[in-house]
């Protein structure tokens, strides 16, 4: 009996340091670890250029496809384009060893532009940003634009004439980026 309850105070000191080492050892990993085939990434330097840019290969998570350590030292931006959202974090390099910098990771929405019978629908999460200009152009003729202000999703819903076939875009400005779609009627 005495040689159970050693055991179990043994086995309860051993878990207790385990798990207060656990707690305080995590570490947040970078916002964009998983990635899909087909996403575009980008490395920008400190001084803004482009060391690195091309498009995923593969599935999984960015710090294992993809050698940050290779990088000379200092700070640079990883910026992943994924279907409906830029995924933009922080990385340091010193002495080959990567640091993800979590404070400096942001997520910018990109719009939605969807084209149903002769009316073209805009949508736009914008959590951190709440505002987006629009322009529409017929060929290279600006045929409408205004700034849409709101809350936490952005939505316009634009009536086109469909007796005026051709080629039209639509331009969306927001945070600081430029979004554009080509259609046809």
Do not use: W
Not at 111 to 138: H, W
């Amino acid at each position: 009996m005495k040689t159970l309850f050693k055991n179990m105070l043994v086995l309860a000191v051993m878990l207790g340091t385990c798990t207060s080492y656990a707690n305080a050892t995590l570490e947040v990993l970078p916002t964009f670890n998983s990635v899909k085939k087909g996403n575009s990434i980008s490395v920008t330097d400190a001084s803004g250029k482009i060391v690195f840019s091309g498009l995923i290969n593969f599935n999984g998570n960015i710090s294992h496809l993809y050698d940050f350590s290779q990088l000379k030292d200092g700070t640079y931006i990883i910026e992943v384009n994924k279907d409906f959202e830029i995924e933009i974090s922080t990385v340091e390099v010193k002495n080959n060893t990567v640091s993800f910098i979590n404070k400096r990771s942001e997520k910018i929405f990109k719009p939605v532009f969807r084209l149903e019978n002769d009316k073209l629908l805009i949508s736009k999460m914008a959590l951190d940003y709440p505002k987006m200009e629009v322009e529409l152009y017929y060929g290279n003729e600006l045929i409408h634009a205004e700034t849409v202000k709101g809350g936490e999703i952005l939505n316009r819903v634009y009536q086109l004439d469909d007796t005026i076939k051709g080629e039209y875009t639509a331009v969306v400005k927001s945070n600081g980026r430029v979004f554009a779609k080509n259609f046809r009627i």
